[in-house]
């Protein structure tokens, strides 16, 4: 069993009241789009950072500011371009004439919520500017180190459907948000809303309804949550299985065998322990959503597309069958046995 400090009935029922307040006080300006409010509580309660990915119009970037104005907590926008330098991001050293001294002028990454809109678009310089404070909560400016508010959260938006003028993200960013969210289509009871509402949902006012203080309670109640040595290893054969090499060296002849090699004929390269965190993390705030005190296997699987999509590398193959990442974490799930 995990060792860790036990949370109380009191402290659950705390933290789902809020939850529930968030997603009802969203609701009023968003229609539908609850995958994306529960997607973003849950990387702010687990610690992390999330990659919103769908086509414009969407309400992506709706979505965040109004987290945002629920959450109370300070928030800025960078909207990203080719034309974006990495010190638009974290900050510069400025020379003061008068005083003949170098001065520090912090960037918009100074900040509890940040909005990457359209990260994509930025070249490879600027995403990586982002890469300390993702994994450190620290930006360097000159020769000195800054530690970034608590909380910080980086919302990422970016658009699949567009070539031109944008640059892929590289792997080892992918591997530092927690989650990554593709946002679908809204309903055709949900569209006909949006389309009666003539966009005045967007000036629709809403309340602040979480702070940082009950922020920190609910990652302490999250942390306390259990989760049995079972749980535990059904993680890390889920992450194993998307290794190739491991695998296969591991892989021993029985009757699952070749479904995995199916999955594996499509993966260059898979999850990494950090993935085997964020799951772990992740499936704690669905305990927590559910006001359980333990971890469940179906807490596991509600979010391991979501931990795992951005985390693996597929080949040629994949992309000639058609086969996503999604397609193969599915079947990942459909063949480990459950605890």
Do not use: W
């Not at 990387?43 to 959450?71: D, N, W």
Request: net charge neutral; proline share 5%.
């Amino acid at each position: 069993m995990e060792i860790e400090n036990s949370v109380s009935k009191e402290q659950l029922e705390e933290c789902a009241k809020y939850i529930d307040y968030c997603r009802k006080e969203t609701a009023v300006r968003l229609v539908g789009q609850t995958e994306i409010v529960d997607g973003i509580l849950t990387a702010l309660i687990a610690g992390g950072h999330i990659l919103l990915e769908g086509v414009p119009g969407l309400a992506k970037t709706l979505a965040v500011r109004t987290f945002a104005e629920v959450s109370g907590l300070e928030f800025k926008r960078i909207q990203f371009t080719p034309d974006l330098l990495p010190a638009d991001v974290t900050g510069t050293l400025i020379y003061e004439q008068n005083s003949g001294r170098f001065l520090v002028r912090k960037g918009p990454v100074f900040t509890n919520i940040v909005l990457a809109d359209e990260i994509n678009r930025a070249p490879a310089k600027v995403q990586s500017a982002l890469l300390e404070a993702m994994a450190e909560n620290q930006v360097t400016i000159g020769e000195t180190s800054y530690r970034l508010p608590d909380p910080f959260f980086v919302l990422a938006t970016q658009n699949p459907i567009e070539q031109e003028g944008t640059y892929k993200l590289p792997e080892a960013e992918l591997d530092r948000f927690l989650m990554k969210i593709i946002i679908s289509y809204p309903t055709p009871e949900e569209e006909i809303k949006i389309v009666a509402s003539n966009g005045k949902f967007v000036d629709t006012p809403v309340r602040r309804v979480f702070s940082q203080q009950i922020l920190a309670n609910c990652r302490r109640a999250a942390e306390a949550i259990t989760a049995d040595e079972k749980i535990l290893s059904y993680i890390v054969s889920i992450i194993n299985v998307t290794r190739p090499d491991a695998t296969r060296k591991n892989e021993k002849h029985s009757a699952s065998s070749k479904g995995k090699n199916d999955i594996l004929h499509y993966i260059s390269f898979g999850a990494s322990p950090r993935a085997g965190i964020a799951l772990l993390r992740c499936a704690k705030v669905q305990a927590l959503f559910s006001g359980r005190s333990f971890v469940l296997p179906d807490d596991v699987q509600k979010v391991a597309k979501q931990v795992l999509r951005h985390r693996l590398v597929l080949n040629y193959e994949a992309a000639a069958d058609s086969i996503t990442a999604d397609d193969l974490i599915g079947k990942i799930i459909d063949l480990m046995p459950v605890p």
